[in-house]
């Protein structure tokens, strides 16, 4: 999963820094952090639809914020998410993701 979170972070950053550097020319730039979306998949899984999002309500959040903000978690479960890896400590948000992942690995065994 390292490799995953690590691209994560450099793909925010690298919205935020494309967003002040191309702002001058007229143009915008937005990272989208959505979460789980809402799809078959999801919904075959523990999670269900309960941590998911409706890609619909992505797309509409992510057109009105465009120009305004570089980076946007659409829904209150994904700002949650967002707020937690900023400001709690790394160990917790270590703890957390290892629980998430392993009922996503145990919910990949049941679907195989």
């Not at 002040?20 to 799809?39: C, H, N, R």
């Amino acid at each position: 999963m390292e490799p995953l979170c690590r691209d994560q972070g450099a793909y925010l950053l690298l919205a935020e820094g494309l967003a002040k550097e191309l702002k001058p020319s007229g143009i915008d730039v937005l990272a989208l952090v959505p979460g789980f979306m809402k799809t078959e998949l999801m919904t075959l899984t523990v999670f269900g639809d309960f941590l998911a999002i409706d890609p619909n309500k992505v797309a509409r959040v992510g057109l009105a914020k465009l120009g305004k903000k570089p980076v946007v978690a659409p829904g209150l479960r994904p700002q949650m998410i967002a707020f937690s890896t900023r400001w709690l400590p790394r160990w917790i948000n270590t703890l957390i993701f290892d629980q998430v992942v392993a009922r996503a690995h145990r919910s990949a065994s049941v679907l195989q």
